[in-house]
């Protein structure tokens, strides 16, 4: 999709690894706390005291018996969920040893606590504690420990949120509730004691009906240590922790059930790949989450909520199309109000205010909006504004728009020389064979990279060049093919090969990418959402080629092309000219234009212009025909704004190499 963005700075967005390599491959971990009992015996000593290192002897200065007094230290690092220290918290620590273990604590500038426990190793051979920490405006959490004699350090992170749950985000008692009970199900079934079934029972009324996470987390963790076999009770643990703050043993909870599973220690089973995923997707990695929950679709197929968190990744990632496939699916197997909200903004996100209006009133069902929360109101107003865009596209007929195209007074600069066509009758093969020419270039495209260079520019009364910026990338392209139509994936890399993008935006530039896509308005599949017109031939370079009108159907078309500001974003409807070569049927100039103005956001003009010209690659047969440059001019706001792309040296982009190519070929001239 071609992008254009004008307010605010921005950037955009398979191999033989297992899906567990792949799904924590973007995982770490940079907080951690530990208890550690270190032995006072100075015979036992010599070693260091972190992980991995052994322990070494400190004698309680108050007592003489230097055997059996062992020091326990409790150290750690309080974080926020992205990692980021947390100063001033306090950190709770209590600890079930005689005589009472409370001490409280706050963390230093870094986030880090540390206190100690003297201990005689012949009265507590192992004690239990438990970690809470808080700070105003965070919910607490807590950690649960089982400490025995050792030398190696365990360590264990403390996460602080922010404030209440990510109104974008499944809240997790939304998550808890919907898996607790099926595992609850499952659990029944499971071999456990009595004893342990008593406890399995108070944790659950704990955590889910008195909502008390801090005193559900020791009976649950008894169960499971007692019974690792049960892979529901140990799931349950996980959800308890991920509710507590304990992110990192609750995904050693969940990854732990998962491997069970592909074992075949047990029946595979949906839930801890969900909430594996919710965890994942709360840390905001989208496509790590994603990928889970198609692992759990294998499974379960049909499962609602396995569906809409897929489909909620997908908005994440800003696949509104992708979403949309999905979470109807999701509303389809039995999901929920959320589902359907969900839903509601994917088909915003596509650029269907109507469609959208009508999933927002299935998902109020009679409720009144202004005593909805902020973010659905929020909703209601932007589908409000598409809607009128739609009412403005509604009167426009893409028929009476390519009919007047036909005059070339009205496109002076573009269609002198036309040699006007007296009928429609070579319009079908002329489109049938330009369609064939994208389906094999999307079907056969490359990975490619290029160098290019943006001139980005303001522009004066009569187009005279005010400010100007250059920015140089190295343009990376793909073209994978999904089940919701075909698409193109861009990405920009700076000089140093990290992700980059166009800046500019607060010194009042434009950002502008996408060209690519541009052609697929001629794709087989989609030439049905266009009404197309021929024109007649004009040389072009010295060559002949068709010149075709075009203009979207909004009623049938997806579009292709998005402007945004701010955090507002709208999907644009296009009409064109577009120069196909009469020998090769290969489209070489494409320009587009606004299908109609749309004085609702300002904007009045926006046009792109493209050259095309053939690159071969090296073992290659194919040519492919590339954008060499483009111009994009922007009327939006009572400001005039142009960028220009150039670009050169193309190659073929693999994931560990790249491959030189010929330099582009331009039409041979008569």
Sequence with gaps: MKRMSANHEHSDGGNGMSWKRLILAGISIAVWSFIQPLPASAQHGGGGAGAGGGGFGIANPGSSDTVTQRRWIVAGMVTTLGGDPISGATVVVKANIPGGGRKSLRTDIQGRFTTDYWLNVNAVGEFRAQLEAFKKGSPKSYVVVDMRPADRAQRFPITLLDGDDDPTMLSRADLISTLAARLQAKAATAELSPSGRRAYAKGLEEFLDQHHVDQALIPLTDV????????????????????????????????????????????????????????????????????????????????????????RSQMQLQNWQGADVYLEKALEAGAGAEARFLRTRALLGEGFGIAASKEMASYLNGRDLKTMPVFVRQVSTLIEER??????????????????????????????????????????????????????????????????????????????????????????????????????????????GSPGALTGLSEGFMLTSGFAATSLLFHPALQSHTVFRYLGRQKLNGRDSFVLAFAQDPAKARSISMFAWGDQRVELFLRGLAWVDTESYQIVRIRTDLLTPLPEISLNEETTDIDLSEVHFNRVAQGFWLPQQVTVTVAWKGRLLRNIHKYSDFKVFQVNSTEKTSNPKQPDSK
């Design 224 to 311: 499971v240590r007692r019974n690792p076999s049960c892979l529901p009770c140990r799931t349950m643990l996980g959800l308890a922790q991920f509710d507590s703050g304990d992110w990192v043993n609750a995904e050693h909870n969940f990854t732990g059930v998962i491997d069970a599973n592909e074992k075949g220690e047990s029946a595979a089973s949906p839930e801890p790949l969900i909430a594996y995923g919710e965890l994942e997707s709360w840390r905001h990695q989208p496509g790590v989450a994603a990928g889970i929950f198609l692992k759990a679709l294998q499974i379960a197929p049909q499962d609602p909520l396995a569906l809409q968190e897929l489909g």
């Design 387 to 496: 809607k009128r865009l739609e009412e403005s596209y509604a009167k426009v007929r893409p028929e009476d728009v390519v009919r007047t195209m036909t005059d070339p007074r009205q496109e002076p600069r573009d269609l002198q020389g036309l040699e006007t066509a007296t009928d429609q009758s070579p319009l079908p093969s002329i489109l049938a064979a330009v369609g064939k020419n994208v389906g094999e270039f999307l079907g056969n495209f490359p990975n490619t990279s290029s160098l290019e260079q943006v001139r980005q520019e303001k522009l004066r009364y009569m187009g005279a060049v005010g400010k100007t910026r250059d920015q140089d990338f190295r343009y990376l392209c793909f073209a994978p093919t999904e089940v919701w139509g075909p698409t193109f994936t861009e990405y920009r890399l700076d000089s140093a």
